[in-house]
């Protein structure tokens, strides 16, 4: 059974920049895909970020490039999600989600471990 467990959030001002991190327990995930996801209130969770298992292929939302960066480190079974210059409207809550296959996916429905969840609020 893979467990996730995702840290870093918190409340940062307009410009600034977070680093979340999902760390795995349970077993190895280096043949796992990954993503960040994330979800406001009345919205449906959309997928943020995401890497193969390789890590050499990686997804990015459009308000989101260039700002993130999606990274894993196979050898610490961390994923990370470099969040620079934020604004308002990333504030949400941030899930890490992982699959066993390899390919990149963007669809929640193609995950099927999921973290708890950390807030990152983003003020004026």
């Known amino acids: 059974q893979v467990q996730l467990e995702e840290s870093g959030g918190g409340l940062v001002q307009a410009g600034g920049s977070l680093r979340l991190s999902c760390t795995t327990s349970?077993?190895?995930?280096?043949?796992?895909?990954w993503g960040w996801f994330r979800q406001v209130p009345g919205k449906e969770r959309e997928c943020v970020a995401a890497?193969?298992?390789?890590?050499?292929?990686?997804y990015y939302i459009d308000s989101a490039k260039g700002r993130f960066t999606i990274s894993r480190d196979n050898a610490k079974n961390t994923v990370y999600l470099q969040m620079n210059s934020l604004k308002p409207e990333d504030t949400a809550v941030y899930y890490c989600?992982?699959?066993?296959?390899?390919?990149?996916?963007?669809?929640?429905?193609?995950?099927?471990?999921w973290g708890q969840g950390t807030q990152v609020t983003v003020s004026p």
């Open positions: 989600a992982a699959r066993p296959t390899l390919t990149v996916a963007t669809d929640a429905r193609d995950y099927d471990y």
């Open positions: 349970g077993r190895s995930f280096s043949d796992y895909s």
């Open positions: 890497i193969s298992w390789s890590g050499r292929r990686t």
